[in-house]
């Protein structure tokens, strides 16, 4: 009994040393980023082929920000351009001194550039590791096949992941990831209404943030649709429930402590409040689709999580007013918290904006059950069709989630209709 007191004691003694440490921003750093966490290797991201890649499909290249700092990224071709290809593909040397000039990487764009119907994916990954590490090769393998003849996919590791440089940061990251959107549109001459931005876990606030930056800039930029997978409404809101590794609390024990956990989250510097900025960059952007794709089984980020941010997306096409970016999140979302089910579940199918009508496009599913796809109805000329939706899905978790059909299906849809 002596010895299991004195383990709850010492146990009880860590977890609050631990809580203390939180209050220090390079413990924050680390544990929200995780970049220390050395998953994959320079072996693995320089030679694709070692993750299961055919030889040369893929080519690494390098991005350099507007401060300088070199990231490290990868451009996927689709199966069917590399079978067509193969051969001269294989002949390339694909050696670090090729990559680090930029030479290898010129051919694969002068092949995508060759197709005019190409579609191009940016894919920004979550916490921990590298573009080449765990599940991410086989998620980039599902996403290309949504059309093996055209759709091209780009990766690129967030500063101080992997081989990349630079030390992560909230600003840091939504900064790079607006940079590396436009700087891909110019590499490759793929117009916007061609390109999607998909995110996943720590990536979804990435490219929400970036969005939203672009939406704001002049000339504003839209991209045919934001994809958030598997993400949440702030790190803020997260921390009451999260695990680390899927077994530390972090503020779930102190959840009958509400002046305790206020203090805590008080003293975030990595807020990624996502369902403010979804809100506001729904309210700039008249073109972009929005679809949130959500597993009813993840084991990290509720479900919830996920109908927030489309509660956020809706209030933005509702013309509603937004808190400041970095502000709590809430009060904005007063309206729908305040409808009934059914009414709620009704903006799916129709919203009013003041006075006009605005049919969805929706892709819902829940409990197995799919809405029909519903196209324009009843819209007069002067209005405008805003294409937000929820995707969830039953299988997946939170790190496999984009291999599930019903979700690779959605993105073709997205991709590729009229």
Not at 272 to 296: A, M
Not at 314 to 338: F, T, W, Y
Request: charged share 20%; glycine share 8%; net charge negative.
């Amino acid at each position: 009994m002596a010895i299991y007191t004195k383990a709850i004691f010492f146990a009880g003694v860590g977890y609050l040393s631990f809580m203390v440490s939180l209050m220090f921003e390079p413990v924050q750093r680390n544990l929200v980023f995780l970049y220390r966490l050395r998953l994959g290797s320079k072996e693995t991201v320089y030679h694709p082929e070692s993750v299961g890649f055919a030889q040369n499909q893929v080519a690494p290249f390098w991005l350099t920000m507007p401060d300088g700092v070199k990231l490290f990224g990868w451009h996927i071709l689709p199966l069917d351009v590399y079978a067509a290809h193969r051969q001269e593909l294989r002949g390339l040397s694909a050696t670090q001194e090729s990559i680090d000039s930029g030479e290898f990487a010129k051919r694969h764009l002068e092949i995508l550039k060759e197709d005019p119907d190409a579609r191009v994916i940016i894919y920004y990954h979550g916490n921990s590791g590298c573009i080449s590490a765990m599940h991410r090769p086989d998620i980039y393998r599902s996403l290309i096949s949504t059309s093996p003849a055209h759709t091209h996919l780009f990766v690129v590791d967030y500063r101080g992941f992997g081989i990349s440089g630079g030390t992560p940061s909230e600003e840091a990251l939504i900064s790079d990831g607006a940079f590396t959107a436009k700087t891909i549109l110019n590499m490759t001459g793929v117009p916007p209404d061609r390109t999607i931005l998909i995110g996943q876990s720590l990536g979804t606030g990435v490219i929400i943030g970036a969005a939203d930056l672009l939406t704001q800039s002049d000339p504003k930029l839209e991209f045919r649709a934001l994809v958030p997978i598997a993400g949440f409404a702030s790190i803020e809101e997260l921390l009451s429930t999260y695990k680390i590794f899927g077994m530390i609390p972090v503020l779930a024990p102190f959840k009958s402590f509400k002046a305790l956990q206020t203090l805590l989250a008080q003293q975030l510097r990595y807020k990624f409040h996502s369902d403010v900025r979804i809100e506001r960059f729904v309210r700039n952007s008249r073109k972009t689709k929005v679809l949130v794709v959500h597993s009813f089984d993840d084991e990290h980020i509720p479900y919830f999580h996920g109908e927030k941010l489309v509660d956020a997306a809706i209030m933005g096409a509702l013309e509603s007013e937004a808190d400041d970016a970095g502000q709590s999140s809430g009060g904005h979302l007063k309206r729908l918290v305040e409808m009934s089910e059914d009414e709620r579940h009704g903006l799916f199918e129709v919203v009013s904006v003041g006075e006009r009508q605005a049919r969805e496009y929706v892709f819902w599913q829940k409990f197995g059950a799919t809405a029909e796809v519903v196209e324009e109805s009843h819209v007069s000329l002067t209005s405008e069709v805003r294409r937000i939706g929820m995707l969830a899905v039953k299988w997946g978790g939170h790190d496999i989630v984009p291999k599930s059909t019903d979700v690779v299906l959605a993105i073709r849809n997205i991709l590729y209709e009229d």
